[in-house]
């Protein structure tokens, strides 16, 4: 029957032995199978080299005595030891460095192609560079294959034995695929690892930057945003899949720059959004066919700059009227001389019963505080680098009541006083300190404008705080008062309630910054119809007693 069937003359013996080797030879290809596609498969971004190394060695083991495996590639000129399983199977540590004379591994990597190492084949010629290496390793044979890709040999692979590999030779196309396939492995993994190298560079540039950049699709939707942009908008969580209109614009009224967004020009505008300044540039985006397909925004918060610009131009108005102070100073007070001299010569001669007394002191009078007024406008608006120097805290409330005393006066509004004479003198800028006072009453006297009460009133009131060696200061008023929400938002730059034609937000931070260059601070108290209290504390030297004087 067998005969039959298979045309040769055989016994059913040989012919189960035969059956048996060819079954052992389809196992065999079917493992090497297996390694060559567990090497495709191995290649991911999550598997290490040395993993894969593992899992090829542990499928080889199954029909070859390797018991060793290593990688070893060339970086720039030389060939590093890369990669070795089992770890402990080396004496050589990863990262030694092969020298190109009389090297194993070298003249594998100069001539490309495999070479089987034979302990026992050795002649006397001078010694492989690994020799002692493998002498002390116990190994017997080491199959060394040249790693080509793209006609170049980047590395040499290494499968060490225990056992005479010289029987297995004849697998050499099965070792040589392997060893392709890992080189296309290793070329990948290099490429790979090149990618997510430059798009980490990329992300971490993108996210370095200190202004905002938000990147959205045609369908004006947040593609991606970097740290910055999340912090300016604290409050709408995740930017990523949002509306940019939602972000950046109103809804109550139409922006001429949102329909700019998706324009295929480079396009700027200044934006206002949550009491912030923002400089916007958006940038359209092309593809390598250029099609538009998305645009860049560009936010650079320049709320400080405006700041400094306005102040910049506060200066200005003040340096004018300075100037201009100066000028009619100098016009007012000859004048002025003549009229209280005259007056006071008058006054010598008149009794005090007579009717012309009165009216020469009244005239006497007007004139002092005519010179007196002058004078604090001048020294208000005084342009010169502010000199800390010893002051007094006092005298700055007499200069700024100077000038807005009569206003107040006129408008129905009762200033009470209540200093202490006996408070220390501070260093500071008396011309400073007089402006943040000068600002307090300016926002009380607004304040009581806006009020219905019939009886309007400002406390001014200086004392001192042995506790802590402080002087306090605050301006009290019975006006509208503010919310809560409005409260914790007046310190910031051009923040205001006003409408355009009475403030610019500018002068309560401005005076809290005055009152940290000196040391201090400055808070507000505030009821919504009932009125506001701010407070001003400025640092001191030193213990006196309080003994206040009222003036009404």
Not at 25 to 31: I, M
Not at 470 to 482: A, R, S
Request: charged share 20%; aromatic share 6%; net charge negative.
């Amino acid at each position: 029957m067998i005969e039959l069937l298979t045309g040769v003359q055989s016994s059913k013996r040989n012919y189960y032995t035969e059956l048996k080797k060819t079954v052992s030879e389809l196992q065999k290809k079917n493992v090497q199978l297996e390694i060559i596609n567990e090497v495709m498969k191995g290649f991911n971004v999550e598997m290490s080299m040395d993993d894969l190394l593992r899992n090829v060695l542990e499928k080889l083991k199954k029909i070859f005595p390797i018991e060793r495996i290593s990688l070893s590639m060339i970086e720039g000129d030389n060939l590093i030891l890369t990669n070795v399983y089992p770890t402990n199977s080396t004496v050589l540590k990863p990262g030694t460095q092969f020298p190109q004379d009389h090297s194993l591994y070298w003249s594998v990597m100069s001539s490309g192609r495999p070479y089987l190492y034979r302990k026992q084949n050795q002649n006397k010629r001078e010694p492989w560079y690994e020799e002692k290496v493998i002498i002390e390793m116990e190994l017997d044979s080491i199959f060394l294959f040249p790693l080509v890709r793209k006609g170049h040999v980047t590395g040499v692979l290494s499968l060490g034995s225990k056992r005479n590999l010289e029987s297995h030779w004849a697998d050499l196309s099965f070792f040589q695929q392997l060893s392709d396939q890992l080189a296309v492995c290793i070329e990948n993994t290099h490429l790979y690892n090149e990618v997510l190298l430059t798009k980490k560079k990329w992300e971490q540039t993108f996210q370095a930057v200190p202004d905002a950049i938000i990147i959205i699709g045609l369908n004006r939707v947040v593609l991606q945003a970097n740290h910055t942009a999340h912090l300016y908008f604290p409050s709408k969580g995740d930017l990523i899949g949002q509306q940019v209109d939602a972000l950046l614009f109103s809804q109550e009224e139409d922006h001429p720059f949102q329909k700019k967004l998706l324009e295929l020009n480079t396009s700027s505008d200044e934006l206002h959004i949550e009491n912030k300044i923002y400089e916007c540039h958006c940038y359209p985006i092309f593809n390598d066919s250029n099609n538009h397909f998305a645009s860049i925004i560009y936010l650079e918060d320049v709320t400080a700059k405006r700041r400094i610009e306005a102040q910049l131009i506060q200066s200005g108005k003040l340096a004018a009227i300075g100037e201009m102070a100066a000028g009619v100073a100098h016009e007012l007070n000859n004048p002025l001389t003549a009229i209280m001299g005259n007056a006071q010569l008058l006054l010598r001669k008149a009794e005090p019963s007579e009717p012309t007394y009165q009216l020469l002191k009244a005239v006497y009078e007007c004139g002092k505080r005519s010179k007196t007024i002058i004078q604090n406008l001048l020294t208000f608006s005084r342009q010169d680098e502010y000199l800390f120097e010893i002051c007094s805290i006092n005298e700055a409330v007499h200069q700024s009541l100077g000038l807005i005393g009569n206003q107040l006066s006129k408008q129905g509004i009762q200033v009470e006083t209540i200093l202490d004479r006996k408070l220390p003198q501070i260093e500071g800028s008396c011309q400073q300190i007089g402006q943040i006072i000068l600002n307090l009453l300016l926002n009380a006297k607004d304040a009581l404008e806006d009020s219905e009460k019939k009886e309007k009133k400002v406390i001014i009131q200086t004392s001192l705080n042995q506790n802590s060696d402080t002087i306090i200061l605050t301006v009290t008023d019975n006006g509208c008062g503010m919310e809560q929400d409005v409260l914790s938002e007046i310190f910031h730059p051009f923040y205001t309630t006003k409408n355009a034609t009475k403030g610019h937000g500018l002068g309560l931070s401005v005076s809290i910054g005055i009152a940290q260059a000196h040391g201090g601070t400055l808070k507000a108290e505030s009821i919504l119809g009932e009125g506001s209290r701010f407070i001003l504390t400025l640092p001191i030297q030193g213990k006196v007693n309080n003994h206040n004087e009222r003036v009404l």
